[in-house]
Structure formats: structure tokens, C-alpha cells
């Protein structure tokens, strides 16, 4: 849902091959139905968006300042320990970010513990307007995920470099999603640019 | 706030002594002044209630159910390490409740850290609707507390003692608040009944 009340319906992919396969069929879609709501949407406008790792690159390089607003558009979760962590925690959201990055562009899910660390030491959520959201695991099924959505800011203590890295890392975000079931559409995030609103906003510089 | 609009005053005492200080004074008052909005309200109800140690451990007996809607009506916040918490966490919520019980009525601060790890991995937060808030330190300074406001709805998945042991904590918690700076306002809670709204409302059973 978008902030005028229109659908937004959003397709992501994170290689060329997946972009060809996904995002190329379905830039080629009119209208579509919703079967459990039955009703019919007609597309209206199409946005196309790509970049490549050296617009990453360059983001990590930039003067990206040390305040990003972050809204979860769909629900989103975390596991942790085996359960479903329904509160954004600065930890689970890089972590899950780091590995993505590092499997899309290293190859493996691997990442280094103490860029995590020094991530969660030094980046802070300073405001946040959220509410828990249940996401169905089938259409039509009671079984739900427990998840969150909404806004919030974080704040990075650190240097230019931790300020270009969480940038890089919340922009790589918006492409690969956050957290558990992104092939289903959980984990939908976006960075809000311009002020802040008072409800969540930037407060205590 | 109250949920008509209208503006709810509560002074809590702990003690017979604190109440005859404070809650005897305060209910002789028919209007005051906001100093910093420079406007005058009257009082158009009073209600006094009142209860005794036999009340709380009552409710310890009582068939009180899993499910418990909260609401921090005033900025509530942690400390831990050192750092504000500003999104509410079991283990931070009941240590902190199971401490101030002690304090009032066992007259020492201390305790016991298995009833605290029992309760931490036994009640979930289900859902909730927060936002932070900041709470200003000194009137109309600039310095505040970070800290939220909001609902959430906890399950405790456990006998009925667990049940108990928390609907007693949260009665408790109502009296007393929750976190840092009671006694300036903040961490004012209360237990909410009936149906939960959809917002933050008790889903997955």
C-alpha cells in the first residue's frame, strides 16, 4: 500500500537471471486478479529501477550522514534462537543484511562477527512508530507469521565509513527485502527520504 | 490522555504514609494551572481506589487467563547497560515490576533470579502498537528521555500460577509504574479488558 492509498505491487531480484525471468514477465502484466479477494487491478504506471554493485559501492563511499529513516512497507519478522522476533532489533536486521549482501555478491552467507559487533555497538533505533502484523503462511489459512511493520530512525555513532557501510547495506535492503520469507513478500523495506514526521521521528540530536 | 480526550491525573501511592502526603492533598484540588501552558483545568470527576497486599495475592490465586492487554499511558522506558531501552522487553518489564513489589512489600530490592528467568521464557509479547516518545528531563528544556508509549498484549504460556503470577505483577504494575522516573511521570501503565482492537490486538491463539 502506497502513502496515497494506491497498491503497490513490488517485484525485486538480485541477479540479471532472475531479473529476466521475474521482473520481465511481469512488467508485461495489464491487470491482474486477486483470487481470494476477487476482484480485478488494472496497472496504472510501471516504475523500473536497477543499479549495479558499483552504485552500492559508491553509496559506501558517500557522505551518507549518520540518520536513516527505514519503513518495513510489509510484515516483517526475525528468527532468532528458533523464534520469531517481532520487534526490529539493530542486530537481526544487519546480520540478515550482511548475509544477503555476501551471498549476493561474494557467493557465500557468510559474514565477519566483528563488522556485525561494531554495527550493533554503534548503530541505534532513536524513534520508531510500529506495529506487530500477521502474515499469512497460505492464503486463506489461519497459520500466521508474527510480524512488525511500520517506521522507524536509526542513528550511526561512527565514522564515515559505519555511516557508508549501514547505507549501502538499508539501500542493498530495498532490492533483497529484510528477514524471514522475502519470496513471499515479508520483509518489504524501504529508506524514507526528506524529515522526519513527528510520530517516529528524529529526535535528540 | 484518557480515550475520550480528556485528561486523566493520577497520583499513586505506595504506602498508607505516601497516600496521606500525597494522594490526600491532591484529591482537595478542584483546578490548577499548567505553568508551561499557561492554562487553567478544572476538575470535573474524582475517583479513589485503593487496595491491600490480600487484593494482589488474590489476584496471585486467581484463574486470570494467558492473555494480558497493556498499555503505557505516559512515556515509559529501561535502563540496561547503562543505555534507555525504549521498545519494551519482558525480561526488563518484570524484573523491574518483581523489584518494586519486593521493595514495597518485602522492603528490599533483591530478587529472585529464577522466577525472573522462568517468567522471560515463558511470556511472549504477542503483538502491540508502540511508538516512542520523549520525555523532557527539566520543563521546557531541551534534554529528554527517550523512551515509548502505546499497547502490547503478553501471553504467558504456562500453569496457572505463571497466570497468576503476572496478572498480579501487572495490578501491581498499575499502582506503582513500570521503569524509569515514576515519580516524575513516567512509566504509567495500565491493564486494559475486554476484546482487543485490531490494531496490536491478540492474534494466533
Known amino acids: 500500500m502506497g502513502e496515497n492509498g494506491e497498491i503497490i505491487w513490488r517485484v525485486s531480484a538480485l541477479t540479471d537471471e532472475a ?5 520481465g514477465p511481469a512488467s508485461k502484466i495489464d491487470s491482474f486478479t486477486l483470487r481470494n479477494l476477487n476482484e480485478t487491478f488494472t496497472v496504472r504506471r510501471r516504475q523500473f529501477d536497477s543499479f549495479g554493485v558499483d552504485h552500492l ?4 563511499k558517500s557522505e551518507a550522514g549518520p540518520t536513516f529513516r527505514v519503513r518495513f512497507a510489509t510484515p516483517t519478522a526475525f528468527k532468532s534462537k528458533g523464534r520469531y522476533v517481532i520487534m526490529p532489533d539493530v542486530r537481526l536486521v544487519f546480520q540478515n543484511l550482511l548475509m544477503r549482501y555476501n551471498q549476493a555478491y561474494a557467493g557465500d552467507c557468510e559474514i565477519d562477527p566483528e563488522t556485525l559487533e561494531y554495527i550493533s555497538e554503534h548503530v541505534s533505533i532513536t524513534s520508531y512508530n510500529l506495529c506487530s502484523r500477521y502474515f499469512p503462511r497460505t492464503m ?3 497459520d ?8 522507524l530512525t536509526l542513528r550511526a555513532f561512527g565514522p564515515q565509513s559505519l555511516q557508508g557501510l549501514v547505507a549501502m547495506l538499508l539501500a542493498f535492503g530495498e532490492a533483497s527485502g529484510v528477514g524471514v520469507k522475502t519470496s513471499m513478500g515479508m520483509g518489504g523495506m524501504q529508506l524514507l527520504k526528506g524529515p522526519s514526521n513527528r510520530k517516529g521521528g528524529t529526535v535528540g540530536r
Chains 1, 2 share one sequence.
Open 19 to 23: 531479473a529476466e525471468h521475474l521482473v
Open 57 to 60: 559501492l559508491g553509496i559506501l
Open 140 to 142: 486463506g489459512k489461519a
Open 144 to 151: 500466521k507469521i508474527p510480524a512488525f511493520a511500520g517506521t
